[in-house]
């Protein structure tokens, strides 16, 4: 693999539209990509790796397509596939030198793509760097293209990628979470409505509810990816595939599907295509509300361990690392409180996207580098936040059995399950002595004479009060 480019002495000099640059004479980049750098110092990150290799299997699938329809010689067509595969391997990566946010609605991530390209073609051709007379990234690599259709197809294919990444780690999460439903499905707990004693639930029951959230918030995810397999390649500028060659029009997309491996469809509507992306603002929410849904577990977690003494203490959290600089012993919910910082970052790269896929004007949206960044980060720090959630919590989290069935007993909540036998009427009397006095609500059903203690276990029958139907169904007809 070549050296990265800190050669400062040395410079060649390329020229476009604006003028002449001094470039790095080893740089793989050229002029507009240098003009990108400079002009656009704005996140002080690169493009996501995984746009990069897209970038370079696209080009290759052009060049493939090209060469077929006859308008780039075999030889440079050649070339080109063999610099995209150097990429597609993560050779030249530093050489992609663009911010990701930036104007032009990403023509210069386009131009810096093409300009690699086109000079490792030309070194593999024993050309000199800059030399485009041998391959030129404009009239080679990007022949048939324009940053209208390149971008927002690389945007897709890298945003399905990131996805099926993403699924699989909460599928893990789903998995890791059913466990703790089993676990701890024996376990009685107050539920609670608002902070306040509600009735009884299971410790796996709400674990359950948790799985559950998880894999809805999956198959979210999962009904978007249809949509970014339909592209708008061939469309060039504006989607009416000025200057695309009617073979090349006709075959990118079922060759691209045989680089990728992925089935990709032309779009019907390529003006439709090229003018709007509110298919990325679709997946952006699905991540957000799956973000929404983690951040409400992780939430739940904090105040089921809060204490340990003096809060809930249902839950025992693993002790991951000291919680204070001046509290000796004290344990933070660290991994819960990081997956809710996630899920507000991911919140506001929604609204992000939100507001870029609706400034679009006319023939094109100019906006769709900060879409792409934003969206590319929501689902890389979605699945970190998902990793370290279960590795470094879920799995080893234990419950605290006796405290949680003593909160129970203690509770007025399970007066709700006396309401069919009683009336609501009493009920809510006993339930109001029982708060004044600190008597536990069966002791008092019991002296007031009002249930006997086997009726009152049968009605308090922790399985009963957990499911649905009349607990002590039959006391209720013998009354």
Do not use: W
């Not at 995984?50 to 370079?56: D, K, S, T, V, Y």
């Not at 022949?143 to 099926?164: C, H, R, W």
């Not at 397999?229 to 006709?250: E, Q």
């Amino acid at each position: 693999m070549h050296q990265p480019t800190t050669d400062k002495k040395t410079y060649r000099i390329e020229q476009d539209s604006i003028g002449t640059k001094e470039v790095p004479a080893s740089a793989y980049y050229g002029v507009q990509s240098l003009r990108a750098k400079e002009n656009f110092p704005i996140s002080a990150t690169r493009l996501h790796p995984e746009m990069i290799r897209n970038l370079a299997r696209l080009k290759k699938a052009c060049a493939i397509t090209n060469a077929e329809a006859g308008v780039l010689d075999l030889t440079i067509a050649e070339a080109i596939q063999r610099a995209c595969d150097l990429i597609i391997a993560g050779k030249y990566h530093e050489d992609f030198i663009v911010d990701p946010i930036q104007g032009s609605a990403g023509t210069s991530i386009n131009m810096n793509a093409n300009e690699v390209i086109a000079n490792i073609s030309i070194e593999l051709l024993g050309g000199t760097l800059g030399d485009y007379a041998v391959v030129h990234p404009n009239d080679h690599v990007n022949f048939g293209q324009s940053t209208n259709d390149v971008i927002p197809t690389a945007g897709k294919m890298t945003t399905l990628v990131l996805l099926q990444d993403l699924e699989k780690k909460l599928h893990r999460l789903e998995t890791a979470l059913r466990v703790k439903e089993s676990e701890f499905d024996h376990i009685l707990k107050m539920g609670r409505t608002q902070l306040e004693d509600a009735v009884p639930i299971r410790l796996g029951q709400e674990f359950g509810a948790y799985a559950s959230a998880v894999e809805r918030s999956l198959s979210r995810l999962r009904r978007n990816e249809s949509e970014l397999r339909v592209i708008n390649m061939g469309a060039t500028a504006i989607g009416t595939g000025l200057n695309a060659d009617l073979h090349y029009f006709h075959n990118i997309a079922p060759i691209l599907s045989q680089v990728t491996g992925t089935e990709f469809t032309q779009a019907e509507d390529l003006i439709d295509a090229t003018q709007n992306i509110d298919c990325f603002a679709a997946v952006s929410s699905a991540v957000r509300n799956a973000a929404i849904a983690v951040s409400k577990l992780a939430n739940d977690l904090r105040l089921m361990s809060s204490g340990p003494r003096t809060g809930m203490g249902e839950i025992n959290l693993p002790a991951k690392q000291n919680g204070s600089s001046i509290m000796p012993g004290k344990v933070n919910p660290v991994i819960p409180e990081v997956v809710s910082q996630v899920a507000f970052r991911i919140i506001g790269f929604d609204v992000t996207i939100a507001m870029a896929a609706e400034a679009g004007q006319l023939e094109l949206n100019a906006f769709e580098p900060v879409v792409f960044d934003s969206l590319f980060q929501s689902i890389d720090q979605m699945g970190n936040a998902v990793d370290t959630l279960i590795d470094n919590c879920i799995v080893g989290i234990t419950a605290n059995e006796d405290h949680c069935r003593e909160m129970v007993n203690n509770s007025i909540g399970t007066v709700t399950a006396l309401c069919p036998h009683i009336g609501y009427t009493e009920a809510a009397d006993i339930a109001k002595e029982a708060l004044k006095t600190h008597v536990p609500v069966s002791r008092l059903v019991v002296e007031k004479g009002i249930l006997s203690e086997e009726e009152l276990a049968v009605i308090m029958d922790p399985y009963e009060m957990t499911k649905p139907g009349i607990s002590g169904k039959e006391l209720l007809h013998k009354g």
